[in-house]
């Protein structure tokens, strides 16, 4: 079972709002990712956990703040988002975070964020 | 220059046809490679991983070229279902981890 699930699905936030974005993966992996996608591009690389511990930060602005509580859930907090912020956020998991084929990487649905 | 380029497309073909997708990388450090696809308003789904001996799974080959850096993609007989965009995606070691390149992505529309 390759699955790695994301709440909410859709979320619309004020400019002002508090927010988080939740993943979870049963699958044993130990590393785990946030992308944003914007539309009609590929996903982009925010943030890498690797055995729960932040390992990658693609220079993401602090608005957007990470945490890893255990090994199966990786949340992304929000705050004082701004409208270009909306996008698609996608979260994915994989084996290990060195090596080579263990390093096939799997998304979940992603949540739509809309910031108004 | 991208460090992964992909055709721009959109590929608009019959059903039945024969669709070839073609990639280039330029990190000759790039040690896995991907094909993803990824349907609209949906997440990337691994489709295959590219091995050096080039690789086939029913309908699709993957075949990868480290010398000339290149990896492609053939689907075979395609379905309406393959619509979607399909996304070359390179794994790279950088600062002790790895980290995915994605191409900008070759969508294709399959009609009847």
């Known amino acids: 079972d390759t699955e790695v699930t994301q709440t909410p699905k859709h979320l619309v936030m004020g400019m002002t709002n508090k927010k988080s974005l939740k993943c979870e993966q049963h699958m044993g992996h130990r590393a785990m990712y946030w992308y944003k996608q914007k539309a009609k591009k590929p996903p982009e690389l925010m943030f890498v956990?690797?055995?729960?511990?932040?390992?990658i930060n693609e220079s993401v602005p602090s608005r957007f703040s990470p945490e890893c509580p255990n090994s199966s859930l990786l949340n992304l907090h929000l705050h004082a988002l701004q409208p270009e912020d909306s996008a698609l956020y996608l979260c994915?998991?994989?084996?290990?975070?060195?090596?080579?084929?263990?390093?096939?990487?799997?998304f979940g649905p992603g949540t739509r964020l809309t910031v108004t | 220059r991208k460090e992964v380029e992909q055709d721009p497309g959109p590929f608009n073909v019959p059903e039945g046809a024969t669709v070839a997708f073609n990639c280039t990388y330029s990190?000759?450090?790039?040690?896995?490679f991907f094909w993803y696809r990824q349907d609209c308003r949906k997440e990337p789904k691994l489709l295959m991983s590219v091995y050096s001996s080039g690789n086939e799974d029913g309908r699709f080959t993957a075949q990868l070229n480290r010398a000339s850096q290149y990896i492609s993609l053939l689907i075979r007989d395609s379905k309406l279902s393959d619509s979607a965009t399909y996304l070359c995606?390179?794994?790279?070691?950088?600062?002790?981890?790895?980290?995915?390149?994605f191409g900008a992505g070759t969508r294709l529309a399959v009609h009847p």
């Open positions: 995606v390179v794994l790279r070691f950088s600062g002790g981890y790895n980290k995915l390149i």
């Open positions: 956990y690797s055995y729960e511990k932040l390992s």
């Open positions: 994915a998991s994989s084996q290990a975070p060195s090596g080579s084929f263990e390093n096939e990487q799997y």
């Open positions: 990190n000759s450090a790039s040690q896995s």
